[in-house]
T-cell receptor, first 113, second 115 residues
Framework: DSGVTQTPKHLITATGQRVTLRCSPR?????VYWYQQSLDQGLQFLIQ???????AKGNILERFSAQQFPDLHSELNLSSLELGDSALYFC????????????FGPGTRLTVT | AQTVTQSQPEMSVQEAETVTLSCTYD???????LFWYKQPPSRQMILVIR??????QNATENRFSVNFQKAAKSFSLKISDSQLGDAAMYFC????????????FGTGTSLTVIP
């Protein structure tokens, strides 16, 4: 157990809909990262937050947005969903003490039909 | 921007043998971290090993060890006594010490373990 939680585990929705994925980082971690992984693909970095502020942006579509709240949990909002958005979405956190590595949540598997 | 390259999309190894996965990276920084992550069929991302750039000694975790060549910007992972459970996708990752602790991942190497 990495200490990073993600909900829901699975999500099935239709094209054109909007969904929200939630992530709670490890206790004390200030940085949250979002990644997208399509089937048999590598990790695509979407966005990073640090203590509530956006720190870095990757290949995140305009239809996607995210935020990190004062309690450090983060949400990734995906709107106007397309079939190609079907993927595994990972949240990771890092930054506590002397541990520089990222710890990943179990992911949310999104299926757009 | 930093880049991480894994030039071996697929590798295979006989059970109980040793295999080495390659990773190179490009950076102008002197302080950074390198990692190997494992993604088994369950798709959970699991940290395998970590290397600090300021440490000359190569990191070791049980059957997993790295060969860190800072000047060559090379960071390979050696798996000894390979086991069936080692079959997975392996990702090399780089973390900056500056500019917001960003991470950069390679494209992954799929490792098959042959019984």
């Amino acid at each position: 157990d990495s200490g990073v939680t993600q909900t829901p585990k699975h999500l099935i929705t239709a094209t054109g809909q909007r969904v929200t994925l939630r992530c709670s980082p490890r206790s004390g971690d200030l940085s949250v990262y979002w990644y997208q992984q399509s089937l048999d693909q590598g990790l695509q970095f979407l966005i990073q937050y640090y203590n509530g502020e956006e720190r870095a942006k990757g290949n995140i579509l305009e239809r996607f947005s995210a935020q990190q709240f004062p309690d450090l949990h983060s949400e990734l909002n995906l709107s106007s969903l397309e079939l190609g958005d079907s993927a595994l979405y990972f949240c990771a956190s890092s930054g506590r003490g002397t541990t520089p590595e990222q710890y990943f949540g179990p992911g949310t598997r999104l299926t757009v039909t | 921007a930093q880049t991480v390259t894994q030039s071996q999309p697929e590798m295979s190894v006989q059970e109980a043998e040793t295999v080495t996965l390659s990773c190179t990276y490009d950076t102008s920084e002197s302080d950074y971290y390198l990692f190997w992550y494992k993604q088994p069929p369950s798709r959970q991302m699991i940290l395998v090993i970590r290397q600090e750039a300021y440490k000359q000694q190569n990191a070791t975790e049980n059957r997993f060890s790295v060969n860190f060549q800072k000047a060559a910007k090379s960071f390979s992972l050696k798996i000894s006594d390979s086991q069936l459970g080692d079959a997975a996708m392996y990702f090399c990752a780089y973390r900056t010490e500056f500019t917001g602790n960003q991470f950069y991942f390679g494209t992954g190497t799929s490792l098959t373990v042959i019984p």
